[in-house]
């Protein structure tokens, strides 16, 4: 697959989980439940001080995406990450800055 044509509408599916994954409040929330697993809307809003009505815009539109799964449970929504995709995918995008950021950072004390 990887020396062919993708078709237009896979295209454009792949382009649209790309520009939902480039809000980096919702890269910080992806991160949060990477982390610590499924957690409500509440306690993700306590975790990052963020308003509740903002976390729930986003997480709302990841799991729309299936990016993320929600389960209610009595008055809660927990959310948890669906797509096992995203922590390889983030992971790979870390590592490369990671890497461009030693590289730049050791090219700069060289220049001393």
Known sequence: MANQLLPEGLIERV?????????PVRLQLLNLLQVEGPLSVQEIVEATGLRQAN??????????????????????????????????????????????????????IQSF
């Not at 382009?15 to 809000?23: G, M, N, P, Q, W």
């Not at 299936?66 to 948890?80: N, P």
């Open 55 to 108: 976390v729930s815009k986003h997480l709302s539109l990841m799991a729309r995406e299936g990016i993320l799964a929600r389960k209610k449970e009595g008055l809660h929504v927990y959310y948890s990450i669906n797509d096992p995709s995203i922590e390889g995918l983030c992971l790979l995008v870390c590592n490369r800055i990671r890497e461009e950021t030693i590289r730049e950072h050791n090219q700069l």
């Open 15 to 23: 382009a649209r989980r790309f520009k939902v994954l480039s809000e």
